[in-house]
């Protein structure tokens, strides 16, 4: 599911990337580990070129699929490779937008990870980076009374359960500080770090049936950016920038 503050935030990056490129040339965006294109086909419906670089050869098939059916197949370009490996298969230094949703929980090296999700990206170019919250979790399992669960997940290191045991999918989950730090560390300026689940993962579903879509998404516009609220929020947002 596509986040609106995220996509929120990604449009006003693809405004300043077509303000600075011109009229003639579309926005690159590569969006690593994007599988079956959740956020690829919204992009280039858009008008953006998007490469998806993905290990899984099933979702990349998904990914076209869809895309053609949605009539952009030839703004989508589909690549199978390694996310820690990512200058062996497409061009280093050239993408507007880079994205990493949803990878650096699974990834064996997430710091080189991130390194080469900067080194795709031009010179002030953006990379964008959507994570696992680790303090959501802990209060979504005390909420539906695992408190033992949630216990290991605020104590662990890696802020998961018995990591290595396969008892957890995630191999990691982040905290907002944890996430700054290790995206600062590869070389790029976080420029901004929201909350994508502030408010409406915490809606029981019998009072989401009686809310309005639209006060309920303009709530968690407000709510993504507030430090108390971003806190929880299932999930931790940041976009940063390459330097130039």
Known sequence: MVSEAV???LNVELVAVR??????RPPRVLDVGGGSG????PLAEAGCEVTVVDASPNALATLRTR???????ERVTSVQGDSEALTAVVEPGRADLVLGHGLLEYVENPAAAL?????VAAPGGAVSVLVANRHATVLHRVLSGRVTEARDVLTSASGTLAPGTGADPLLRRFDAVGLSELVAAAGLAVELLQGDGAVTDLV?????????????AELEL????????RELASRLH????RPR
């Open 7 to 9: 996509l929120s935030a």
């Open 19 to 24: 303000r600075r490129s011109g009229a003639g």
């Open 38 to 41: 959740v956020w690829a086909v």
């Open 67 to 73: 895309a053609a059916d949605r009539g952009v197949l």
């Open 204 to 216: 029981p579903g019998s009072v989401l049936e009686t809310c309005s879509p639209s006060d309920l």
């Open 238 to 241: 940041v976009l940063a920038r």
């Open 115 to 119: 390194a080469e999700l900067s080194a």
């Open 222 to 229: 407000l709510a993504a950016r507030q430090p108390p609220l």
